[in-house]
């Protein structure tokens, strides 16, 4: 694919329950980032990953989000227990390298999470 | 450490009229700036960005931005406002861990 794909586009769950987020990043791409977007905000760091390892995981709220990038490439976002205040939309962001210089970052479409 | 302030959540112009959305920064180091759009229920998409090289940057969709120092600004600017150009436009800068630090957004409304 041509672009970073996030899937699902849309996931409702229930308050206490787990949900799983999936990034698709651009082929080729070492750097992933996932951010947050609540509504009528832009979007916030959560973590970024250079090839496998979480290089900064300071941007997650607290010990019920993790996230994985076993291979290098797909990743995961984890949240256990959802709340309500979890209901945003997800988004994931994928670039070439991950240095400050000429750090352009490609982003997905989001998942949009809902908890009821 | 780094952000951005983007002045006004929602500008509101004619068609045709001259477009101006503000962002100011903070940097403790030379900043690496962007400007985002996103389009109803759709990804962010980049409109242009600062490195460091010519102050004003040329971006997609006839957009440009300036970069000043003294200012600390990096302001974007369209002579001519098409009904397409409504959208969420977002600021963002580069922060010391390579995440990318967003404004809150500002609303563009173009009126026919």
């Known amino acids: 694919g041509a672009g970073v794909s996030q899937t699902p586009s849309n996931k409702v769950t229930e308050k206490g329950k787990y949900v799983e987020l999936r990034c698709d990043p651009i082929?080729?791409?070492?750097?992933l980032y996932w951010y947050r977007q609540s509504l009528g905000q832009g979007p916030e760091f959560l973590i970024y990953?250079?090839?496998?390892?979480?290089?900064?995981d300071s941007g997650l709220p607290n010990d019920r989000f993790f996230a994985v990038r076993p291979e290098g490439s797909v990743s995961t976002l984890k949240i256990q227990r959802t709340e309500r205040g979890d209901s945003a939309v997800y988004l994931c962001?994928?670039?070439?390298?991950?240095?400050?210089?000429?750090?352009?970052?490609?982003f997905g479409p989001g998942t949009r999470l809902t908890v009821l | 450490a780094q952000s951005v302030t983007q002045l006004g959540s929602h500008v509101s112009v004619s068609e045709g009229a001259l477009v101006l959305l503000r962002c100011n920064y903070s940097s403790s180091v030379p900043p690496y700036l962007f400007w985002y759009v996103q389009y109803p229920n759709q990804g962010l998409q980049l409109l242009l960005k600062y490195t460091s090289a010519a102050t004003l940057v040329k971006g997609i969709n006839g957009f440009e931005a300036e970069f000043k120092k003294s200012e600390t600004s990096f302001h974007l600017t369209k002579p001519s406002a098409h009904m397409s150009d409504a959208a969420e436009y977002f600021c963002?800068?580069?922060?010391?861990?390579?995440?990318?630090?967003f404004g809150a957004g500002t609303r563009l409304t173009v009126k026919p």
């Open positions: 990953f250079q090839g496998t390892g979480a290089a900064d």
């Open positions: 963002a800068v580069i922060g010391n861990n390579n995440d990318m630090r």
């Open positions: 962001a994928s670039s070439l390298v991950g240095s400050r210089v000429n750090n352009e970052q490609f």
């Open positions: 082929s080729g791409h070492t750097a």
